[in-house]
């Protein structure tokens, strides 16, 4: 059950398409739905026992009035039922939407209705496939959801039909260009950007390239190394990833911890070794389980980590990159994490 992909931003339609072309690979019919009640409608009346549901998708708990919540609580009420049905639901979860909202906005609309919400929205799955075990950890202790439901997929496969970087990466350490890709429009955001530039010094030999809405933010910033670029849809930062070396990451909130995102795939995707700070815990542990990065304390550890890397070193970062890049185009993990629950449930 897929929501249309009109009804969302880039990297959440990329990520939809992504879960149309895994699904049919794996056999399975695909239902879109272009609402909450439209959806929850389908499956109650469809001819399918299981249903893999992206979330939040159209089960988006948020509320922005009562109204809406009691009527997305009536609903929540109704996917508990659906056991009685012969019905089994999966979650696939790509993202937290109340811990969104405080991180993007500071505040969530009527955040204990939209915790109840999500709470009986989620109460209702037989498996709640999750990044990680701090995942797992923050929604059991809030929920006091069954552990036994929990199955990690630890990385978002993203970009199945977007062109990719293939082959050797020009490297040079005269000119290393770094990419930052954000939505800097978010103050959070704009802060971490700023911190980190203020520790680069003058960083010579090296190239930063932000893109994103509101990236002229640092246009006082420049110190002439710098590009500024708007936001652009996924195929064309695909062709413009082929010319870094490098993609940058930065911990903005603790919010991040929860799991990976549509960024960080498309950059090992596109060939390009993951830069992440030491304090982003979850996203260093994977760049050092499998060697396609550098994980580094502060801008100016950062500079000297890779005015000391040779081309050979850098070659292998990049092919440890692709090969990971190359499972995440081809939805390994998704298919892993639903692979090991439907033998638990068949």
């Known amino acids: 059950m897929l929501p249309e992909k009109e009804l969302f931003g880039l990297a959440t339609s990329q990520l939809i398409s992504d879960m149309e072309v895994i699904c049919r690979e794996l056999d399975f019919s695909v239902v879109f739905s272009n609402s909450l009640f439209k959806a929850f409608s389908k499956v109650l009346f469809g001819k399918y026992r299981l249903y893999i549901v ?15 919540g009691f ?6 009420y109704g996917l508990r039922f659906l056991s009685f049905f012969g019905k089994k639901i999966v979650f696939y979860v790509y993202d937290l939407p109340i811990e969104q909202n405080i991180f993007v906005y500071g505040k969530c609309p009527k ?26 950890k923050y929604l059991n202790s809030r929920y006091g959801l069954d552990k036994i439901k929990f199955e990690y997929f630890e990385l978002l496969d993203y970009g199945l039909k977007i062109s990719t970087f293939q082959g050797e990466k020009e490297y040079s350490k ?13 103050p959070s955001i704009q802060k971490a950007v700023k911190n980190f530039l203020r520790d680069c010094g003058e960083a010579t030999g090296m190239e930063f390239i932000f893109v994103g809405e509101g990236s002229n933010f640092l246009g006082s910033e420049n110190k002439g190394n710098f590009q500024l670029i708007n936001e652009i849809p996924p195929s064309a930062l695909s062709s413009l990833y082929a010319k870094c070396h490098f993609g940058l990451v930065l911990k903005c909130s603790s919010y991040y911890e929860f799991g990976t995102t549509s960024k960080f795939s498309s950059y090992l995707h596109s060939g390009m070794p993951v830069l992440v700070p030491e304090n982003y815990a979850y996203l260093a542990g994977l760049v050092r389980k499998y060697s396609c990065g550098f994980v580094f304390r ?3 550890d ?4 890779l005015s000391s890397l040779s081309k050979a070193e850098y070659l292998m970062l990049s092919k440890n990159a692709q090969l990971l890049g190359y499972k995440i185009r081809n939805g390994y993990f998704f298919k892993r994490a639903l ?8």
Request: a positive charge; glycine letters at 2%.
């Open 54 to 68: 992206p979330y939040p998708g159209v089960l988006n708990p948020v509320s922005h009035s009562f109204v809406l």
């Open 71 to 76: 009527l997305k609580m009536i609903i929540g």
């Open 111 to 136: 955040e204990k209705l939209s915790r109840i919400v999500e709470k009986m929205f989620l109460s209702s799955a037989s498996f709640i496939l999750v990044f990680n075990k701090l995942n797992l």
């Open 174 to 186: 005269e000119k290393i260009i770094v990419v930052y890709s954000a939505n800097f429009i978010n």
């Open 298 to 300: 502060n801008c100016s």
């Open 302 to 305: 950062l500079v000297k980590k």
């Open 339 to 346: 692979l090991k629950i439907l033998k638990k449930m068949f």
